[in-house]
């Protein structure tokens, strides 16, 4: 069974950095891409970014420019994330899946994220 850990979450005030990782391991994966999803308390999921494996990149409005997704999608998955603002405060999730336009299979326990103004 696939699992995701991820990590790096932690307080940081507005304008700083940030950087999450995500580690996969057990079973044999399979999957095609990985996204970074975040959570405030009373609303929906919402995917940050995406990183396929052909290396392709998606990230939402709300975080072009200001965040990276980079690394192996079978491997460490990381989220660099900087010029952090106050709306940026969320639980972070890993999560890994076939398609695109599917909910991803496998997800990650969450890491928080808070920032401070």
């Known amino acids: 069974q696939v699992q995701l850990n991820e990590s790096g979450g932690g307080s940081v005030q507005a304008g700083g950095s940030l950087r999450l990782s995500c580690a996969s391991s057990?079973?044999?994966?399979?999957?095609?891409?990985v996204s970074w999803y975040r959570q405030t308390a009373g609303a929906q999921r919402e995917v940050v970014a995406t990183?396929?494996?052909?290396?392709?990149t998606i990230y939402a409005d709300s975080v072009k420019g200001r965040f990276t997704i980079s690394g192996d999608i079978f491997k460490t998955v990381a989220l660099e994330m900087n010029d952090l603002k106050s709306e940026d405060t969320a639980v972070y999730y890993c999560?890994?899946?076939?398609?695109?336009?599917?909910?991803?299979?496998?997800w990650g326990q969450g890491t928080q994220v808070t920032v401070s103004s």
């Open positions: 990183l396929t494996l052909t290396g392709r």
């Open positions: 057990g079973g044999t994966p399979f999957f095609n891409f």
């Open positions: 999560a890994a899946g076939i398609h695109l336009n599917n909910s991803p299979r496998y």
